[in-house]
């Protein structure tokens, strides 16, 4: 019991440090779609507290879907490419580092949700439908 009781101070120590570090910048290399995007060291960047509509027929739920997640990417390329940002790490999913995203200081999930590219998902919440009537 003594063991745990020293341990557990080091550990959370050890992620308030992981939480505490500084924001890394990168240029965007490649936009893969409406809310995931590849820098140029290879790292692919999920951006945090959104979602944009699938583009590829497995993942989507109807036709509607696609065109809007091709209409979202494009969006997201003429933002992003060839930018440098500011990534914020937040955690991982799906191989992807999920990060809060800053471009000459506004913050891109912010920007993709005002032009209806994408729209706000927050953790622990369900999907939003892209195919429904109501927006």
């Known amino acids: 019991m003594s063991t745990?009781?020293?341990?557990?101070?080091?550990?959370?120590?050890?992620?308030?440090?992981?939480?505490?570090?500084?924001?890394?910048?990168?240029?965007?290399?490649y936009v893969i779609d409406g809310?995931?995007?590849r820098l140029e060291n290879g790292?692919?960047?999920r951006i945090a507290g959104i979602d944009a509509p699938e583009?590829?027929?497995?993942?989507?739920?109807?036709?509607a879907e696609i065109a809007l997640g091709k209409a979202a990417t494009a969006r997201a390329r003429t933002?992003?490419?060839?930018?440098?940002?500011?990534?914020?790490?937040?955690?991982?999913?799906y191989n992807r580092t999920v990060a809060r995203v800053r471009l000459a200081g506004r913050d891109?999930?912010?920007?993709?949700?005002a032009t209806g590219a994408a729209r706000w998902w927050p953790r622990w919440q369900r999907k939003p439908d892209w195919c429904g009537r109501a927006r």
């Open 35 to 37: 809310d995931t995007f």
């Open 79 to 93: 933002l992003l490419d060839g930018r440098t940002v500011t990534i914020l790490r937040v955690g991982r999913s």
């Open 43 to 45: 790292e692919r960047i």
């Open 4 to 29: 745990i009781a020293f341990r557990l101070p080091a550990s959370c120590a050890a992620l308030l440090l992981i939480a505490a570090a500084p924001p890394d910048q990168g240029r965007v290399a």
């Open 55 to 63: 583009t590829q027929p497995g993942q989507a739920r109807c036709r």
């Open 108 to 113: 891109v999930g912010s920007d993709l949700v």
